[in-house]
């Protein structure tokens, strides 16, 4: 049984890279499960508009076009801040957390982040970066029972994700790490100023972009 879980992953990593499938996440399947259910509109990348994708790259991943799944760099920079006793930042690219969130469980565990590499190594090889960014902006939770960007824009500000303004779709990008405690349509002072960050380098993501426009 142990082995099937396992196995899992890999045997659908391939389907998930057809265009038609539409993945949902562990925690859409823990809300089937007990009842609760959520609400998620599937929405093809190209009717989500650049401003949610741009942003949502530039806050959670924006060397994500250029990685292979893993981003060394900064994974190296977390390890050595661990080994010296320092507060450490998360690492995870958006294939990382993509994987994460179709595959793995939340919370912080050590083991699902040594989990996450190998997966995300092998979902980025198999899937496109288009794709993938498709996948992730589908499935991510934008607060309780409500997965991907369509759903989240529309409960948030009411209006279809491709109509948010630059401000609007920044505020949704830094409410990614912590949607449960975070709310775009009333942010606090720390989340706007992150997110006027966020919108200068969206509108400036150039060649980071390439690989999703």
């Known amino acids: 049984m ?11 990593t391939p ?5 038609f499938v539409r993945p949902v996440s562990m925690l859409m399947m823990a ?3 007990t009842l609760r259910g959520f609400d998620r509109q599937w929405t093809p990348i190209d009717d989500l508009g650049n401003r949610i994708v741009h942003s949502v790259m530039m806050s959670e991943d924006g060397q994500f076009c250029g990685h292979r799944g893993v981003d060394w760099g900064e994974l190296t920079v977390v390890i ?3 080994r010296a006793g320092e507060p450490t930042r998360g690492a995870s690219t958006i294939p990382m957390q993509t994987v994460k969130n179709l595959f793995l469980w939340n919370g912080r565990s050590y083991l699902r982040k040594l989990l996450e590499i190998p997966l995300a190594i092998y979902f980025d090889l ?6 993938i960014m498709e ?3 589908n499935i991510a939770e ?4 409500i997965y991907g960007a369509e759903a989240a824009s529309q409960h948030y500000f009411g209006k279809p994700v491709r109509e948010l303004t630059r401000r609007q779709a920044a505020l949704m990008a830094v409410t990614l790490p912590n949607p449960r405690l975070r709310n775009p349509a009333r942010p606090s002072r720390s989340m706007s100023r992150v997110a006027a960050i966020v919108e200068r380098r969206a509108a400036q993501a150039g060649s980071y972009s390439a690989c999703v426009d």
């Open 2 to 12: 142990m082995v099937v879980i396992a196995l899992l992953p890999l045997a659908l």
């Open 15 to 19: 389907l998930y890279a057809v265009p």
């Open 31 to 33: 809300d089937l499960v």
């Open 80 to 82: 050595e801040d661990f």
């Open 126 to 131: 198999l899937v496109p970066k288009r794709r």
């Open 135 to 137: 996948i992730y902006l």
């Open 142 to 145: 934008w607060g309780p029972g």
